[in-house]
């Protein structure tokens, strides 16, 4: 159901958009009372395949990764990372990357000072304050470098899609290791940190090497930090992409379907919170101002969505 508060907030996004031509995929569904109150557009083409947005609170800005080229994981060394402000109105569309050789960045986290960025060889560590990239982690071997967390401690924990793998970087060594190796990760792609669980959102079982074809839809799974025993949470939710947290709800991108899910895990529950939706990639939820934001690969665009009390 489309309720009134939505659809007000679409039309009055329409009629003050200046580049009409971007909205494709901007008239989706929801049954929620979520309030879509900006889709950032393509300004100063700014976005190229946006593939995760981070919230980071010190400048209060958002930060998108671009891959660059369309939905292209080659190493062209055409992918960058726009800035916006807290209402996704850009700051700097092209903030770092085009310079510095960036491939086809991806997944992103984030701590006061440090943003950390995955590309297709490893992992970029850039010091925000400086705007530079100040090291660099290789990934031997890695297939499809995809999605990144941190833990309490600093180690980084990234997911490898082809490779059905989770690396793992230590902040005692800052040495890259594959930490998990199993096809039970089920094409790992999003990942969030649980305390002391790692939480992964599969894409589901491939069908066919090296492509995105699946025979299975993706599990929503549980890893244990010392352990490493793997429990599913929730079979077959569907091809999942990106995944954050906002309050007792996960909120989880399914790329292939066009929706953001809504999951209750102790009630094993999960709704479509918005479909309709083309291509969402990697979420974060600002706290501080309760939105949840989402670029989209199809439209080349970023949505922010202040969530319901």
Known sequence: MITTKYLLGVLIYLATCVQPAINTGLIFNTNTNANVINASSNADNAYDAPDQVVWHAPSK???VSNLGGGISLDKDSFGWITQTDQKGNIIHPFWIGKEEGMHAPSGMTITDDYLYVCDREGVHEIDIAKREIIKFYPLEGGEFINDIVRSSNGD???SDFFGNKIYKIPAATGKAEVWLETEKLQAPDGLYMEKDKLIVASWGVLSKPGTFETSKLGDLLSVDLKTKKITTLIKEVGNL???TRAGK???ITDWAAGKLLKVNIKKGKVIDFISGLSHPTDPDFAAE???LAFPQHGTNQV??????K
């Open 61 to 63: 800005t958002w930060f």
């Open 156 to 158: 980084l924990y990234i």
């Open 241 to 243: 992409e990106g995944i």
């Open 249 to 251: 709800y996960y909120y």
């Open 289 to 291: 101002l309760n939105v």
């Open 303 to 308: 949505l922010f969505i202040q969530l319901g």
